[in-house]
């Protein structure tokens, strides 16, 4: 049986795969710019991809394998691009293979890691996967460009059938998007010249595609389609790789599993809908015991801001589809037009509350488990306020006041002439960044109270600046991530480069630091993530080890907050052996 109404269109990514033996995964990624077909609006528009495609390519390897990605820069504008995972240095090959941790040159977040790979260049990205299992990604990280230039990064166990739960019949893997009609690396470079936040985004995308719910023509057939067998049991490995927006995820008539969120194996638990921020990645099982037919995968966006943004202006209302069509369905099914989940509310917040909340790790022999105990903690504010325009804003208006985003009220700016960690292995600091970023706010107030909103003297936020915070080798680190409600209240996806970090408690309001001694803090089976999502008026408390030497930002996965400053740098200090100590950089490290 066919969905007759439609033409199919299978959104496939391309397996970019070792076989399972191999030890060493290498492709080549030709960042280039084309042509694709607007929506809901006539004519292309021309945007950044990877070899010709967006998403792009796949990247699929086992625990323990060394991938290698040559990036060939032929767009007109410079690109670094990012691997959701700790990094691992791996020697050439022709150095026996040895491993030695801590190594963060193929990081790739522009100016902090790395100079960006400039237009005509070229860069090899070599990294060791070691200590991972699950799903993530990759994505530029140079201005707007990843809204196109994303992809999946599938690292399977080291042995076939590895996995802490009953193998499924089959893999699907979505990723999550945004789609603009114009170039996004414009629009961005319009924004921070005027001041005024970009457009959102024309369409939410499912593989690269809107689906069937925009009316119009130019979204008839395309549609992405994932092909089920009745009562077999799919790995869903589900990807947010959107700029600006949160998701509601659901299948009609399908309940889910989740057994993993940023490629750390959870305790099952069952849902029917999936709360997914900005960086974040969850694998769900998906049992396909429904009355064969056609059903329809959605997307809709969580919107967490209060006050609540008024449509169309405030946000995209839009919900985005995909099909989920039954193969082996009799010639008596109905083939009409698919079933449509009933979605969330937009401002739903006690559902993406409820999911977030309900996730544990599943304990297994050998792997991380929650520090007890904490050498340095950190209570940080996370939010916006306000400021001048600043001298590279030559469209501002300088008689009003722009929104920039803080940490502690410190708005971060990257350096220009020299990337960060360059600068640390050199020594030359001076002059590049400063090691004060602040371990409390300056002044403490009531952080959420909606009554602040407004209040131009705590809303104050100075011109942005490159503060650090150093860490010693292996501290243990807690840190409080407090949202403030100065220009409104706000969920931020906080993500952390280098470590994953444990999630041991999270709530709404302010923290007052005695939810440990409440007996709130999980130190059992807390959740652990690359990303956590900041409760709109709340706060989430985070641990970890800083073992991995090197420079590590961390940011707001919302981009439009990460570009006005939402973001701040781990200055993690050498150990004392030379497997703990940073190693020189590659040869062909980018020069600025």
Same mark, same amino acid.
């Given at each position: 049986m066919s969905c007759s109404w439609m033409i199919p269109v299978f959104a496939i990514l391309a397996f970019v795969a070792s076989a399972a033996q191999a030890d060493v995964v290498e492709h080549t990624f030709n960042v280039a710019t084309l042509s694709l077909p607007r929506i809901c609006q006539p004519g292309n528009t021309s945007v950044t991809a990877v070899n010709g495609r967006v998403p792009g390519?796949?990247?699929?390897?086992?625990?323990? #394998?060394?991938?290698?990605?040559? !990036?060939?820069?032929?767009?007109?504008?410079?690109?670094?691009?990012?691997?959701?995972?700790? /990094?691992?240095? %791996?020697?050439? +090959?022709?150095?026996?293979? &040895?491993?030695?941790?801590?190594?963060?040159?193929?990081?790739?977040?522009?100016?902090?890691? *790395?100079? +960006?790979?400039?237009?005509?260049?070229?860069?090899?990205?070599?990294?060791?996967?070691?200590? *991972?299992?699950?799903?993530l990604w990759w994505h530029a990280h140079s201005s707007y460009m990843r809204a196109t230039v994303y992809g999946a990064l599938v690292i399977r166990p080291r042995r076939a059938g590895g996995y802490p739960f009953p193998t499924p019949y089959e893999e699907k893997t979505i990723l999550l998007g945004e789609w603009w009609n114009g170039d996004p690396v414009a629009l961005e470079s319009q924004s921070f010249s005027t001041g005024i936040p970009a457009p959102n985004a024309d369409a939410y995308t499912i593989n690269g595609m809107p689906g069937d719910s925009y009316l119009c023509p130019e979204t008839t057939n395309r549609i992405a389609k994932f092909e089920v067998r009745r009562d077999k049991t799919y790995l869903l490995r589900i990807i947010n790789a959107a700029l600006n927006t949160a998701f509601f995820f659901k299948v009609a008539g399908h309940t889910f599993t989740v057994i993993a969120a940023d490629a750390s194996y959870t305790e099952p638990y069952a849902t029917d809908v999936i709360v997914i921020a900005p960086g974040q990645t969850v694998d769900a099982l998906m049992a396909a015991d429904a009355s064969p037919g056609c059903y329809h995968m959605a997307i809709s966006s969580y919107q967490s801001a209060i006050p609540f943004p008024p449509r169309p202006a405030g946000f995209n209302g839009n919900t985005s589809t995909a099909v989920v069509e039954y193969v082996d369905a009799t010639a008596t099914t109905d083939a009409g037009s698919p079933v449509l989940p009933v979605m969330p509310k937009p401002? #739903?917040?006690?559902?993406?509350?409820?999911?977030?909340? %309900? /996730?544990?790790? /599943?304990?297994?022999?050998?792997?991380?488990?929650?520090?007890?105990?904490?050498?340095?903690?950190?209570? &940080?504010? !996370?939010?916006?306020?306000?400021? %001048?325009? *600043?001298?590279?804003?030559?469209?501002?208006?300088? %008689?009003?006041? &722009?929104v920039l985003a803080n940490m502690n009220n410190v708005s971060f700016a990257l350096p220009n002439t020299v990337s960060m960690l360059e600068a640390l292995y050199r020594n030359t600091a001076d002059g590049v960044y400063t090691r004060d970023f602040p371990d409390q706010p300056p002044v403490a107030f009531d952080y959420t109270s909606r009554g602040l909103l407004g209040n131009s003297p705590l809303a104050s936020t100075g011109s942005p600046s490159t503060k650090v915070k150093t860490l010693r080798y292996n501290a243990t680190v807690e840190m409080v991530l407090q949202n403030t409600a100065l220009v409104g209240l706000e969920s931020h996806p906080m993500h952390l480069h280098g470590f994953n970090f444990f999630v041991v408690a999270q709530g709404f309001g302010n923290n007052d630091g005695e939810a440990a001694g409440a007996g709130e803090f999980n130190l059992v089976n807390p959740q652990e993530r690359n990303t956590v999502a900041v409760p709109t008026g709340g706060w989430a408390v985070i641990r970890f080890v800083a073992d991995n030497p090197g420079m590590w930002a961390m940011h707001c996965h919302i981009d439009s907050h990460f570009a006005i400053g939402l973001a701040m740098v781990f200055e993690v200090e050498s150990g004392p052996t030379p497997g703990t100590t940073l190693p020189p950089p590659p040869p062909d490290l980018p020069q600025c």
């Open positions: 390519p796949q990247v699929e390897a086992r625990e323990g #394998d060394t991938v290698v990605i040559h !990036v060939i820069n032929d767009s007109p504008y410079n690109v670094t691009v990012h691997w959701y995972m700790y /990094l691992t240095y %791996s020697s050439p +090959p022709d150095v026996h293979g &040895v491993f030695q941790r801590g190594t963060p040159w193929a990081d790739g977040p522009a100016m902090v890691t *790395q100079c +960006p790979i400039r237009p005509g260049h070229r860069y090899t990205y070599r990294f060791a996967v070691a200590g *991972q299992e699950g799903t401002n #739903d917040t006690y559902t993406a509350n409820q999911f977030y909340t %309900s /996730l544990t790790a /599943l304990i297994r022999p050998g792997r991380r488990t929650v520090p007890l105990t904490v050498d340095t903690r950190m209570l &940080v504010t !996370v939010g916006l306020g306000f400021s %001048s325009c *600043q001298p590279e804003q030559t469209q501002c208006n300088r %008689s009003a006041p &722009v």
